[in-house]
């Protein structure tokens, strides 16, 4: 392993540039103008697979975007990891919040700022370059596939088609993949839990086009005045859903488990400090940590309608419209909680309005096993190049095509994430601390060496 390390030490900086060279690219899967950059990406990926010593790379076409595969079998009596990731990124608005251009990589205070700095094309790039490192030191113990994907950030909507199609190609003993944070820099962590997700949204009409407020207002139902009382009406006093059926499934913890769950280190003043709040705000009965990673939530992630103009245009709105995010646990199925949304919502509408509800994507939760011979791998690793052995945490993120793998593939996944919560993913200003970066560079190839000797013993 000595001359993976000395390997990597010596190529930093290209490793960085080279990344670089990808986030310039402005891979945004849910814009239609981006398509283009899309294929870039691929292109990108399929080069970078090539360069890195792998036997064969191909972009595969699928009815969205494109996936980019790549392979190097050395022996196929050795264990097969595939690592997935993804290449497309978030939308970058509002860009005035950004104090340097989003394609633009720039290095401040020891971190790379840019979209896609940390997700996912920071974490997922320290897997090519780990594999570099060892193919080109002779230091590969094992068979590695890459299946890098361009639709994740809209749900992965032609990932499981792909898997399906392409079954016995992604045949692997493990999926690895770095998506995921860790507690902090001294405290590093793997992910065991992610959350489902349901995302939806709702059109509430009114007048059949936008009337004058003064001639109309009070007489004929305002749509926004309608979907902001119906939002509000979604959760009650104590931040519980009120949907109909909502929580039959929710798998309550016991109190061992969420004992277990709080020896997690948390500093609730700083957390608060690091984004600017007074106060939390939650479920009651729930700690923040328990809030974000067993129980189920409701979100409005956007909100429009009307005239949102510089200056003052005086009209009642003939539409109003939400978009909604349901993170959910597991045991809840994200189409049965779309279908519960959707009855519901559209049940509590007056007569004054009409109302549609579309269910965008979504997917299950997932939650692996801690005795594992790949969470044992990745447990030995991380304390390899931390000196301290990783805590098992359940993230309030989604990755829905996580159990997907499970289901289609019949593989499981191992979530070896380095970012960290300051690196503000989805946010203006996306930043991947530099530590962390090579900090994934040096521990993902030990990951390989005990995941390889475990398989053998």
């Known amino acids: 392993?000595?001359?993976?390390?000395?390997?990597?030490?010596?190529?930093?900086?290209?490793?960085?540039?080279?990344?670089?060279?990808?986030?310039?690219?402005?891979?945004?899967?849910?814009?239609?103008?981006?398509?283009?950059?899309?294929?870039?990406?691929?292109?990108?990926?399929?080069e970078t697979i090539l360069k890195a010593g792998a036997t064969k790379a191909e972009i595969i076409a699928t009815p969205g975007n494109p996936v980019v595969y790549g392979e190097k079998i050395i022996d196929p009596s050795k264990p097969t990891v595939l690592v997935y990731a993804h290449y497309d990124v978030m939308p970058v608005d509002p860009i005035?919040?950004?104090?340097?251009?989003?394609?633009?990589?720039?290095?401040?205070?020891?971190?790379?700022?840019?979209?896609?700095?940390?997700?996912?094309?920071?974490?997922?790039?320290?897997?090519?370059?780990?594999?570099?490192?060892?193919?080109?030191?002779?230091?590969?113990?094992?068979?590695?596939?890459?299946?890098?994907e361009g639709e994740e950030e809209i749900g992965s909507p032609n990932l499981e088609q792909f898997c399906r199609d392409h079954k016995d190609m992604l045949k692997a003993d493990i999926i690895l993949v770095s998506d995921t944070?860790?507690?902090?820099?001294?405290?590093?962590?793997?992910?065991?839990?992610?959350?489902?997700?349901?995302?939806?949204?709702?059109?509430?009409?009114?007048?059949?086009?936008?009337?004058?407020?003064?001639?109309?207002?009070?007489?004929?139902?305002?749509?926004?005045?309608?979907?902001?009382?119906?939002?509000?009406?979604?959760?009650d006093e104590e931040n519980r859903i009120t949907i109909p059926g909502f929580y039959d499934k929710v798998i309550e913890l016991s109190a061992e488990e969420r004992s277990e769950m709080a020896k997690a280190p948390f500093e609730l003043e700083e957390?608060?400090?690091?984004?600017?709040?007074?106060?939390?705000?939650?479920?009651?009965?729930?700690?923040?940590?328990?809030?974000?990673?067993?129980?189920?939530?409701?979100?409005?992630?956007?909100?429009?309608?009307?005239?949102?103009?510089?200056?003052?245009?005086?009209?009642?709105?003939?539409?109003?419209?939400?978009?909604?995010?349901?993170?959910?646990?597991?045991?809840?199925?994200?189409?049965?909680?779309?279908?519960?949304?959707?009855r519901h919502f559209e049940s509590i509408a007056p007569n004054s309005v009409k109302v549609k509800v579309t269910n965008l994507h979504g997917g299950q939760g997932y939650v692996s096993p801690t005795d594992t011979k790949d969470y044992k791998s990745a447990s030995l690793a991380y304390e390899k190049t931390f000196g301290k052995m990783p805590i098992p945490t359940r993230s309030g993120g989604s990755i829905p095509i996580i159990s997907t793998f499970e289901r289609v593939l019949g593989t499981k996944s191992i979530l070896m994430g380095f970012g960290l919560e300051s690196d503000a993913i989805h946010s203006p200003n996306e930043n991947y601390p530099l530590f962390n970066f090579y900090k994934g560079l040096e521990t993902i190839p030990w990951f390989y060496k005990y995941f390889t000797e475990d398989q053998n013993a």
């Open 1 to 46: 392993m000595e001359k993976v390390t000395a390997y990597i030490n010596e190529n930093k900086q290209r490793f960085l540039d080279e990344l670089f060279g990808l986030i310039r690219i402005p891979s945004i899967s849910s814009i239609a103008d981006h398509k283009p950059d899309m294929q870039r990406a691929a292109e990108y990926w399929k």
């Open 96 to 148: 005035d919040l950004w104090k340097s251009p989003p394609f633009e990589p720039e290095i401040r205070d020891e971190k790379i700022f840019a979209r896609g700095a940390d997700d996912d094309k920071g974490q997922s790039f320290m897997h090519a370059k780990a594999f570099e490192a060892m193919v080109q030191t002779g230091q590969l113990p094992c068979n590695v596939k890459f299946m890098i």
């Open 181 to 235: 944070g860790m507690i902090a820099q001294d405290i590093p962590s793997i992910t065991v839990g992610l959350r489902g997700l349901a995302y939806l949204e709702v059109e509430v009409t009114g007048p059949n086009r936008d009337l004058h407020s003064g001639l109309f207002g009070g007489a004929v139902a305002n749509p926004i005045n309608v979907l902001s009382k119906m939002i509000a009406s979604l959760t």
């Open 271 to 342: 957390y608060k400090k690091a984004i600017d709040i007074k106060e939390v705000s939650g479920e009651e009965g729930y700690s923040t940590i328990e809030r974000t990673g067993i129980r189920p939530t409701l979100d409005v992630c956007g909100i429009w309608g009307g005239y949102t103009g510089e200056g003052a245009k005086t009209v009642l709105p003939s539409k109003a419209y939400a978009k909604i995010s349901m993170r959910l646990v597991p045991n809840q199925e994200h189409e049965e909680i779309s279908e519960l949304f959707a």
